[in-house]
């Protein structure tokens, strides 16, 4: 896929850079920042554009923080968005996860592009694709280029997909949880990986640990041969190690903990789907999983992409269930205990972007806004009603509690420019084609309406 839209270098001028420290607290350095193709490749009070090919942004009254990482998701669902906001997990899964089942390969293509739009849109330049939707070769490979032409950097974990046999009077599922093809495609596309300069690469994903051991082992150690990076498992066969991401990992027990913490494997918590959907208390903050902890958004078919939105939803629930725990009176007037908070913004921060690079194994590449590393950033309204005066005390606090996604004006990925000045810019659906977010929006819309026809006449 052409990357035309890369230019030879960009120099962000005169913002505030929020830098991490060796401790993993945040400081904003007023500097420029030159990128030279796919990398940082320079901090400094005062940098001289390389060349008159190098595209200048003024970035004065800019923050400028590193791009949001995403660590479990389910891209293909952006058709069904709407359908679930009084949904627990019971009425979700049919309903949603297996009208998946209905797709096509191009309503699947469509599917990812929307998806990586709005991530894109709010700041998220990398996601964890657990896409759930393998129904036969083609739908992965359109699965795949939604991603390539997004500009969104991702891992497509490839699953082994539950689907329905027959909807009515009860769902049915089929016997077959990994066809004939599923392992030669995986082989086949391990060969491919990375695609598109480094940005798309290869994991797997599986929520299959009701089938036999002899299975899971074989698939895992097929795939341990092939690919690479970001697994998405909960694994209890010897097969957890530092490429494993356990999505959710509610109600653990201490035991499951220490192994996952010795393992070095990482978690993933989703705030919003979890508190909604009864999939328990999320973890992400607890003193267990620190320092081993990621956030998701998981379906934006029931909620919004911002992984903004999710760090300040899990920031003010864990502050709310501390006090609780503690049965302090909320108005402190009964307590003989002063409570301080213990969650802080900077920790929410931490979780999508150093955290969630170290969980998908690209902590030296993402996550932070150094020399070197890969080129995710997103560029932010220092002076827009909401940012204005927090932006300049705090610009951690500032984009955790005060921004939206209008902050967000510029975002950048792998050195290419994907929103400027507050617009998507236009994506590559194919090798000769470009379409701005208007078109595809359409094209979205169309197949969204196909498939509420669909859904209506199979499983309505
Ligand atoms: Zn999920």
Redesign the pocket.
């Known amino acids: 896929m052409l990357e035309s839209s890369r230019s030879t270098s960009i120099l962000l001028r005169g913002g505030v850079i929020l830098q991490h420290d060796s401790g993993g607290s945040v400081t904003g350095l007023k500097a420029d920042l030159l990128i030279s193709g796919d990398r940082i490749t320079q901090i400094h009070p005062k940098i001289s554009p390389p060349g008159d090919e190098t595209t200048i942004i003024n970035c004065h009254d800019k923050l400028i923080s590193p791009g949001f990482i995403d660590t ?1 998701r ?1 891209m293909w669902q952006t058709q069904l968005k709407g359908r679930h906001g009084n949904h627990n997990l019971a009425e979700y899964i049919p309903t949603g996860h297996l009208t998946g089942g209905l797709y096509s390969p191009e309503d699947v293509f469509f599917g990812e592009l929307g998806a990586a739009a709005e991530s894109i849109d709010a700041g998220t330049t990398t996601v964890v694709d ?1 896409s759930h939707v393998a129904l036969s070769p083609s739908h992965v490979h359109r699965a795949i280029d939604g991603l390539v032409a997004s500009g969104l950097r991702a891992f497509f974990c490839l699953v082994p997909t539950i689907q329905a046999e027959s909807w009515k009077p009860v769902v049915k599922l089929k016997d077959t949880l990994i066809p004939d093809w599923f392992l030669p495609l995986l082989g086949n596309l391990a060969e491919q990986m990375p695609m598109a300069d480094g940005r798309i690469k290869l994991g797997l994903g599986f929520d299959g640990f009701h089938l036999p051991r002899e299975e899971v082992v074989s698939l895992y150690q097929q795939a341990k041969k092939q690919v690479f990076d970001a697994i998405n498992p909960l694994a209890d066969y010897d097969l957890l190690g530092p490429n494993v991401i356990i ?1 959710h990992a509610t109600g653990m027990t201490d035991y499951d903990t220490a192994r996952i913490r010795a393992a070095g494997a990482f978690i993933s918590s ?1 705030p919003s ?1 979890e508190l909604q959907m009864g999939l328990g208390e999320p973890v992400c903050l607890k003193e267990d999983f620190y320092g081993i902890s990621s956030l998701g958004v ?2 934006h078919s029931a909620v919004s992409a911002s992984l903004v939105n999710e760090a300040r939803l899990i920031l003010q629930h864990s502050r709310a269930m501390r006090v609780q725990e503690k049965d302090i009176d909320p108005v402190m007037q009964n307590s003989k205990e002063f409570l301080p908070i213990m969650d802080l913004v900077m920790d929410v921060f931490n979780l999508i972007t150093i955290s969630g690079a170290q969980a998908i194994g690209m902590g030296d590449q993402l996550g932070q806004v150094q020399e070197g590393m890969l080129a995710d950033l997103v560029v932010w309204d220092a002076t827009s009603p909401g940012m204005l005066a927090a932006a300049q005390h705090d610009p951690v606090a500032a984009i955790i509690l005060h921004s939206s996604i209008r902050d967000v004006e510029t975002v950048i990925v792998n050195g290419v420019l994907r929103k400027h000045e507050g617009k998507l810019m236009p994506f590559h659906v194919n090798r000769e084609e470009q379409k701005d977010w208007k078109t595809v929006s359409k094209d979205i819309l169309a197949s969204r309406e196909k498939l509420e026809r669909l859904i209506q006449n199979t499983c309505g």
């Open positions: 479990h389910h657990y999505s989703t789907t998981d379906c």
